[in-house]
């Protein structure tokens, strides 16, 4: 039984559940991975979370996952932010289903959009940078 609220990606990898669907914007998302180094709950809830229609977890072998992303059209700033700092991840499809991978997750914590801003929020993180860019 999965609860949506207390359900960890951990969890349903050792209960061995092949796909679980969540709305991007549900209230139920409250935790992925609660150990290790993938900061999953934080990139996914507060910023993938932001443009993104849905997505699904899928098992590979082992600690080894995929989440696939559904997203919505281009055109906020955010979207735009993503597709210009992740485009080998990213396609410029309405319909495209996105593979993530627990490595590209580690690897998308530790780039240039979080950087030494890794844990605050990713909106304020890019407005900031922008302005410093301005001046």
């Known amino acids: 039984m999965i609860d949506n609220n207390n359900t960890t990606l951990a969890d349903l990898l050792e209960n061995g559940e092949p796909t679980i669907y969540y709305e991007a914007n549900s209230a139920n998302i409250r935790r992925f991975l609660d150990k290790g180094p993938y900061n999953i709950e934080w990139l996914v809830r507060k910023y993938l979370g932001v443009g993104f229609r849905s997505y ?18 281009w055109g906020s700033m955010i979207d735009r932010e993503v597709k210009m700092q992740f485009p080998k991840y990213l396609k410029d499809s309405k319909k495209t289903a996105v593979r993530i991978t627990s490595r590209v997750f580690y690897e998308l914590s530790k780039g240039p959009l979080f950087g030494n801003l890794l844990g605050k929020d990713p909106i304020q993180a890019i407005l900031m940078r922008k302005e410093n860019n301005n001046k």
């Open 56 to 73: 699904k977890i899928e098992r590979i072998r082992g600690t080894e996952f995929v989440i696939k992303f559904r997203y919505k059209k």
